[in-house]
């Protein structure tokens, strides 16, 4: 489903391109500069996108005795990251680049299962995958649907993608690399069907404790992880408590949460930091590009080579 939703809002941001060639063109403006015009348009207008979600959480953002500053420049990087990111994911792994497995007989680490967040597909993971491959390690990714339906509903799905993991690949445990939303379908996973079979959950991005902007978008899914209220006097939402309260401690030791301390999406950023877990904070990156950034990539590469079940 979001292949093609991805693929009808890349030929409306197309009609809009063409929409303002011809516009240009009756004003006398030459073919290449019109041209280049209709695809600035819609470049700005992705561009206001990716600014917007850092201006909705602005109001939100968690403030601490010892905050992390970032520089100007450093911001400028984040922001340009972050849009890029964001293109190439939207506009083209999520409408063209799904797939299900690549898999190494000569690999010496644990299988990969690979949950995308919300709105998002397997597509999602193409420039992590990329460097998976390069590491001989197998992999397999998970299309969550209904796109807006409920996160416990996601728990059966992951639960029957684990098992076909550990059957095709004849081991007796898997790592789950999870990005935003996916970290909280693992978790739900945890707690209804336990962590026999799963030696690490890697979540990046993930709200743990809900996030604001989550106020902002539609289906239930986005009703269970947002944050209700400001950093101060703000709270999750009772789905996340609820699922707080059913977890154990051993479930919990067994996640590594990666996260920006300037995630634009999750906010207040400290959500992503979970209490029992392995936190691991980074600084001045966005939240599509987390699985995009090679320095994530080779924390995640490293923490799944160490893996054993």
Known sequence: MISRISRTLLLIQLGIAVLFYFLLRHFDWPIVVAALGGICIVLLLRAQITANSFFLTWPYRGRTANP?????????????R???ATMLC??????FLRFDQFTYPDTTSLPVLLIHGYGCNSGYWRWMSLELREAHITHYALDMEPVFGSIDGYAPLVDAAVRRVLE???????????HSMGGLAARAYLRDHGGDRVAKV?????????????NFGIGINCGEMNWLGRYEEGQSSPWLQNLAA???ADGLASIVSIYSQHDNIISPQSSAHLEGAWNIPVI????????LEPSIQKIVIEIIHNTRD
């Open 68 to 80: 992390v500053e970032i520089t100007w420049l450093q911001i400028s990087r984040l922001f340009l």
């Open 168 to 178: 095709e690949t004849g081991q007796k445990k898997i790592v789950i690399l999870a």
């Open 284 to 291: 001045g990156i966005g939240h599509v590009a987390l699985a």
């Open 246 to 248: 059913t977890e154990d």
């Open 90 to 95: 939207s506009s083209w792994a999520m409408p």
């Open 82 to 84: 972050e849009f890029r």
């Open 202 to 214: 890697i979540t990046l991005g993930s709200p743990h404790h809900g996030t604001a902007i989550a």
